[in-house]
């Protein structure tokens, strides 16, 4: 099994940054790609990237217009999200989620078996 632990989430104001972390520990090896999805009360999960554990290639989503990046320490197993200039609409459970599986794309919440208890992340304005 895989453990995620996600930090760094809290209260921001609009236009703040934001360095989301996870931590992966046990069945580390057999991950292929790590993300991130964020999900606002009454709203669904959405996808918001994901990078390859492999050779760091990263998936984008439709969200975020450039504002979040994602990066990974392959050697500690460590996953971060790096969030600019913040907005209200932001506001969401940040989670983050492993799968062991290959895709084209990764998008689909389905296709992670592994998930963090999620960190979350409030901006005011």
């Known amino acids: 099994q895989v453990t995620l632990v996600e930090s760094g989430g809290g209260l921001v104001q609009a236009g703040d940054s934001l360095r989301l972390s996870c931590k992966a520990s046990?069945?580390?090896?057999?991950?292929?790609?790590m993300g991130w999805f964020r999900q606002a009360p009454g709203q669904e999960r959405e996808f918001v990237t994901a990078?390859?554990?492999?050779?760091?290639?990263?998936y984008d989503g439709e969200f975020g217009g450039g504002r979040f990046a994602i990066s990974r320490d392959n050697a500690e197993n460590m996953l971060y999200l790096q969030m600019t200039n913040l907005r209200v609409g932001d506001t969401a459970k940040y989670y983050c989620?492993?799968?062991?599986?290959?895709?084209?794309?990764?998008?689909?919440?389905?296709?992670?078996?592994?998930w963090g208890q999620g960190t979350q992340v409030t901006v005011s304005s």
């Open positions: 989620a492993a799968t062991t599986y290959y895709a084209e794309t990764y998008s689909d919440e389905q296709l992670f078996d592994n």
């Open positions: 046990g069945r580390t090896y057999a991950i292929s790609v």
């Open positions: 990078i390859s554990t492999i050779d760091d290639r990263i």
